[in-house]
């Protein structure tokens, strides 16, 4: 929580990362040193003060690179997402 009863925005940016990283590891299988390569986030309204749901989609998964999204919710309010977030892994080789 941050002044103003919001939620701040590295914590928004931490759960899309760790989203996108356990969508990728779950169509991978486990890989130790899959890695963010890029990662981009929009803000687009302040949160209430309540739990936040990450939904994840998968646009590619490759042999070597891994893109998607995360779109993020206030728990309660799914209609309306508060960020949204694309990015991409790095896979390592067999």
Request: charged share 15%.
């Amino acid at each position: 929580m941050r002044a103003g009863g919001t939620i701040n925005g590295p914590t928004m940016f931490m759960l899309a990362d760790t989203a996108l990283f356990i969508a990728v590891l779950a169509s991978v299988g486990p890989k130790a040193l899959a890695v963010t390569t890029n990662m981009s986030i929009n803000f687009m309204r302040k949160p209430p003060p309540r739990d936040l749901i990450a939904l994840c989609r998968l646009f590619k998964v490759g042999a070597r690179l891994a893109v998607g999204e995360v779109s993020i919710f206030s728990d309660g309010d799914e209609d309306e997402p508060v960020a949204h977030a694309t990015g991409s892994y790095s896979i390592p080789p067999q």
